[in-house]
């Protein structure tokens, strides 16, 4: 009877290694899992895939078009992060902004349906397509690995990445 016990507990203890091990650890580099974060990233260089290639589509059905002349700003996030929140709020200070598109990309679509994610965007004032990540490609591409996460797209190239970027840094790098 004891024997059952111990069995169950080492194959709990096994799972936990191997959730942990792929949560943590891809590629042999050590990431953090998506959770929200007060840390940012600096403006980088790297050069994903061109964004013309990115193939979204709103919740509307609408396709979602990148043209690489103008700043595409693309927020990571899912309804239920409280910290999303205040980044949504100070990109909605330049959503009228001229050559500037938001696009807010929701990680969990398995989640979070259609009409939640509409009252996350009245919650935010948000009026800009929300589109639902369901190839988790797109996650891979910008490297996300936390919630919160602000990629912004320039003539095909990644010019700033980070995590709850604070409205002064958005404000440069949108500028």
Not at 43 to 48: A, E, V
Not at 103 to 118: G, H
Request: aromatic content about 6%; overall charge negative.
């Amino acid at each position: 009877m004891k024997r059952p016990i111990w069995l169950g507990g080492a194959l709990v203890v096994l799972i936990g290694l191997g959730v942990y091990g792929v949560v943590h650890v891809v590629q042999g580099e050590p990431r953090q899992a998506l959770q929200p974060s007060a840390q940012t990233a600096a403006t980088t260089d790297q050069s994903p895939p061109p964004a013309g290639a990115l193939a979204l589509v709103d919740t509307a059905g609408r396709r979602v078009a990148i043209d690489p002349n103008e700043k595409t700003v693309l927020h990571f996030l899912t309804t239920s992060c409280a910290e999303c929140l205040p980044t949504e709020n100070a990109l909605a200070k330049f959503q009228n902004t001229p050559h500037v598109r938001l696009v807010s990309v929701d990680i969990t679509p398995q989640v979070d349906d259609v009409n939640t994610i509409q009252a996350f965007a009245h919650a935010a004032d948000a009026n800009w397509p929300y589109v639902r990540a369901t190839d988790p490609s797109l996650l891979e591409r910008y490297h996300v690995t936390e919630l919160d996460t602000v990629v912004v797209l320039y003539h095909n190239r990644v010019i700033f990445e980070g995590v709850a970027p604070t409205a002064a840094q958005l404000q440069k790098v949108l500028a």
